[in-house]
């Protein structure tokens, strides 16, 4: 009789974007944050949602369950917490009792809070809890492509650390170096972040995307006043900056003083001042980074580095160390954050579960030196049907199309032909912060008018704020000081000087978005740069399909590609959030499945965002 295929699931919750992941025999099933079903972004409360669609992905009950893993250790941080309280009282009193209320609650009794959500879950099914960076760790190595590996994990901080050293070795990790709360350099950023005036855990991007508009004229106070870096990457925080172990905020009038004002409030002008202090933390960021990625290499001996933790997202810093530290090759896991956490959970159960015993690639191992990993594009989210769409579409009364393959592929190209900015909602959603061609917004890269159209009138969002370029794998080193695969977009990189436009002289700050800057002026932030995401067939075959359409059309292997999302919403799940968002944006046009809307032939009625029909 055939053995019943084992079953892990992995659980993050509780900080910022909580996540379920599946495992069936090791083979990444499903993943999802419980943000994107929802809809409340960056939903950190237990993932109910995202579980309940891992289930459904696998065609399991919760009874089928051998093992349900948490991606950190509750108690071992709520005794961080105590002790950082003891050490600043009477400091941190405002803050206190509600922190213990919190605690004292679901968050700390874990095991009760798992079943109690997961009624059916077998009693001898066993509840595990692996450290917060162990799980970082695992998510950045196990599904990568390599036997071996360096492994590096920076975030703001699990239980105690805050950055991890370590390696990768067939099924294991051995973690030997950490930083500890508070010399976070997660915390640093986040701490600049607030300070410049967008929100914490959601802003950090916003803080990369503006650092090219300043000068780094803060970099020498930082490292002379704020922290004392060493050439290993280890650092130490100088605390009197920041009100982060006292207070509700991150920074104090000591720190504002320090960078020529009070913070800058939300929505308010972005000063120059305020473009200085983002250029000179990334520049600091980078550098940290750097020295880190050169002691691992040092530490190890490895040719290849693996990483997770929030910082990783920081592709800026990324495209450095895949240039400078050393190191032939680079990979970071996706959803590099705490969503990541509840697949590295999994993963690091399943491979402790596995003894000594080498499981190869088609078991959902490790990978094997090639270009392949274990992530599937990170494509692993719900997917629907034409008939679940067609339901959608006719249930809201909008006009559409439906064409074949080969028709739509045509269709689309001609939409976007015309500087039309097109919705494009395919196959199974994303995993991680990143729209990779299948919840993802497009457009022309070498129009000058669309990075404006797509923030101001689609995204509603900053100005300043960058647009990725998403190119065919083969032709990225024509356009892009780049010659490898960056298929989830956590790469920036130089476009190539021939590409590149003169400058007009006197231009600075955001008055630099008035320059056409490169041939693909959507694509090419201010500094010449850009975020590049690569199309291969294999991991994203519609989307390769369709910009090889682009290409044979206009010349042009490169197109815009951002999340299909408005500012302060998640990423759209289903075709009812995608059509909800279609409609109440200036986008033209929206082709989900086989269908084709165009904006101009809808209902002239306004979809409220909980789905409540509202007249004009």
């Given at each position: 009789m055939k053995a019943r295929p084992r079953y892990i699931l992995g659980i993050s919750a509780y900080y910022h974007d909580a996540a379920a992941a599946l495992l069936c025999e090791g083979r990444i099933v499903a993943a999802a944050q419980e943000e994107r079903f929802s809809r409340k972004k960056h939903d950190p409360d237990f993932p109910r949602g995202a579980i309940a669609y891992c289930l459904r992905e696998a065609g399991i009950g919760e009874a089928d369950l051998d093992l349900v893993v948490f991606y950190d250790k509750p108690v071992l941080k709520f005794a961080r917490l105590l002790e950082t309280y003891l050490a600043v009282a009477p400091g941190g009193w405002r803050t206190f009792p509600a922190v213990l209320s919190n605690w004292l609650g679901e968050k700390l009794d874990l095991r009760r809070t798992i079943r109690r959500a997961l009624p059916g879950l077998r009693q001898e099914t066993p509840i595990w809890f692996t450290g917060h960076h162990q799980s970082h760790a695992a998510s950045a190595f196990y599904p990568s492509p390599f036997r071996e590996a360096a492994i590096l994990t920076v975030d703001g901080v699990g239980e105690w650390a805050t950055t991890t050293i370590g390696v990768g070795r067939g099924r294991r990790i051995e973690l030997w170096e950490e930083l500890r709360f508070p010399h976070s350099l997660g915390l640093l950023y986040s701490a600049f972040t607030a300070y410049c005036g967008f929100r914490i855990n959601s802003g950090e991007y916003k803080l990369m995307g503006l650092a090219p508009y300043g000068q780094p004229r803060f970099v020498e106070v930082i490292l002379r006043e704020l922290m004392d870096l060493k050439a290993d990457g280890s650092f130490r925080l100088n605390l009197e900056y920041f009100d982060f172990l006292r207070g509700t905020t991150m920074t104090n009038e000591r720190f504002h003083r320090l960078f020529g004002g009070p913070p800058r409030t939300p929505e308010g002008p972005i000063e120059p001042r305020h473009m200085d202090v983002a250029r000179s933390v990334q520049a600091v960021t980078e550098e940290v980074m750097l020295r880190l990625a050169r002691r691992v290499r040092e530490r190890t001996g490895q040719r290849c580095l693996c990483m997770a933790g929030g910082v990783a997202l920081n592709c800026v810093a990324n495209g450095r160390i895949?240039?400078?530290?050393?190191?032939?090759?680079?990979?970071?896991?996706?959803?590099?954050?705490?969503?990541?956490?509840a697949l590295g959970a999994a993963l690091q159960a399943w491979h402790e579960c596995q003894g000594d015993r080498w499981l190869d690639r088609e078991a959902g191992a490790g990978g094997d030196g090639g270009e392949t990993d274990a992530m599937e594009g990170a494509l692993l989210g719900p997917a629907f049907t034409d008939e679940e769409i067609e339901a959608v579409l006719r249930a809201h009364g909008a006009v559409y199309r439906r064409y074949d393959r080969e028709t739509l592929l045509d269709v689309t190209v001609d939409h976007l032909r015309r500087e039309r900015v097109v919705g494009w909602f395919q196959g199974r959603m994303e995993f991680g912060p990143r729209a990779?061609?299948?919840r993802s917004i497009l457009g022309d890269p070498r129009s000058p008018r669309m990075q404006s159209v797509m923030n101001l009138k689609v995204k509603f969002r900053e100005s300043f704020r960058p647009f990725a370029p998403a190119v065919r794998r083969q032709r990225v080193s024509e356009f892009f000081e780049l010659d490898c695969e960056s298929p989830y977009m956590l790469l920036v990189a130089p476009i190539r000087p021939e590409w590149r436009l003169p400058v007009p002289e006197g231009l600075t700050g955001l008055d630099l978005l008035k320059a056409e800057r490169s041939v693909l002026p959507a694509v090419t932030h201010v500094d010449g740069s850009a975020r590049i995401q690569t199309v291969d067939a294999r991991r994203f075959p519609l989307f390769d399909a369709l910009l090889e359409r682009w290409e044979r059309a206009t010349g042009c292997p490169v197109l815009v590609n951002t999340s299909f999302n408005v500012r302060g919403e998640p990423i759209v799940c289903t075709p009812d959030d995608a059509y909800r968002c279609f409609v109440n944006t200036e986008m033209?046009?929206?082709?989900?499945?086989?269908?084709?809307?165009?904006?101009?032939?809808?209902?002239k009625r306004r979809v409220e965002r909980r789905g409540t029909l509202v007249p004009d």
């Amino acid at each position: 009789m055939k053995a019943r295929p084992r079953y892990i699931l992995g659980i993050s919750a509780y900080y910022h974007d909580a996540a379920a992941a599946l495992l069936c025999e090791g083979r990444i099933v499903a993943a999802a944050q419980e943000e994107r079903f929802s809809r409340k972004k960056h939903d950190p409360d237990f993932p109910r949602g995202a579980i309940a669609y891992c289930l459904r992905e696998a065609g399991i009950g919760e009874a089928d369950l051998d093992l349900v893993v948490f991606y950190d250790k509750p108690v071992l941080k709520f005794a961080r917490l105590l002790e950082t309280y003891l050490a600043v009282a009477p400091g941190g009193w405002r803050t206190f009792p509600a922190v213990l209320s919190n605690w004292l609650g679901e968050k700390l009794d874990l095991r009760r809070t798992i079943r109690r959500a997961l009624p059916g879950l077998r009693q001898e099914t066993p509840i595990w809890f692996t450290g917060h960076h162990q799980s970082h760790a695992a998510s950045a190595f196990y599904p990568s492509p390599f036997r071996e590996a360096a492994i590096l994990t920076v975030d703001g901080v699990g239980e105690w650390a805050t950055t991890t050293i370590g390696v990768g070795r067939g099924r294991r990790i051995e973690l030997w170096e950490e930083l500890r709360f508070p010399h976070s350099l997660g915390l640093l950023y986040s701490a600049f972040t607030a300070y410049c005036g967008f929100r914490i855990n959601s802003g950090e991007y916003k803080l990369m995307g503006l650092a090219p508009y300043g000068q780094p004229r803060f970099v020498e106070v930082i490292l002379r006043e704020l922290m004392d870096l060493k050439a290993d990457g280890s650092f130490r925080l100088n605390l009197e900056y920041f009100d982060f172990l006292r207070g509700t905020t991150m920074t104090n009038e000591r720190f504002h003083r320090l960078f020529g004002g009070p913070p800058r409030t939300p929505e308010g002008p972005i000063e120059p001042r305020h473009m200085d202090v983002a250029r000179s933390v990334q520049a600091v960021t980078e550098e940290v980074m750097l020295r880190l990625a050169r002691r691992v290499r040092e530490r190890t001996g490895q040719r290849c580095l693996c990483m997770a933790g929030g910082v990783a997202l920081n592709c800026v810093a990324n495209g450095r160390i895949l240039r400078e530290s050393g190191f032939e090759r680079l990979w970071v896991q996706p959803a590099a954050g705490d969503a990541g956490g509840a697949l590295g959970a999994a993963l690091q159960a399943w491979h402790e579960c596995q003894g000594d015993r080498w499981l190869d690639r088609e078991a959902g191992a490790g990978g094997d030196g090639g270009e392949t990993d274990a992530m599937e594009g990170a494509l692993l989210g719900p997917a629907f049907t034409d008939e679940e769409i067609e339901a959608v579409l006719r249930a809201h009364g909008a006009v559409y199309r439906r064409y074949d393959r080969e028709t739509l592929l045509d269709v689309t190209v001609d939409h976007l032909r015309r500087e039309r900015v097109v919705g494009w909602f395919q196959g199974r959603m994303e995993f991680g912060p990143r729209a990779l061609g299948n919840r993802s917004i497009l457009g022309d890269p070498r129009s000058p008018r669309m990075q404006s159209v797509m923030n101001l009138k689609v995204k509603f969002r900053e100005s300043f704020r960058p647009f990725a370029p998403a190119v065919r794998r083969q032709r990225v080193s024509e356009f892009f000081e780049l010659d490898c695969e960056s298929p989830y977009m956590l790469l920036v990189a130089p476009i190539r000087p021939e590409w590149r436009l003169p400058v007009p002289e006197g231009l600075t700050g955001l008055d630099l978005l008035k320059a056409e800057r490169s041939v693909l002026p959507a694509v090419t932030h201010v500094d010449g740069s850009a975020r590049i995401q690569t199309v291969d067939a294999r991991r994203f075959p519609l989307f390769d399909a369709l910009l090889e359409r682009w290409e044979r059309a206009t010349g042009c292997p490169v197109l815009v590609n951002t999340s299909f999302n408005v500012r302060g919403e998640p990423i759209v799940c289903t075709p009812d959030d995608a059509y909800r968002c279609f409609v109440n944006t200036e986008m033209d046009t929206l082709v989900i499945g086989s269908f084709v809307l165009e904006r101009s032939e809808q209902p002239k009625r306004r979809v409220e965002r909980r789905g409540t029909l509202v007249p004009d």
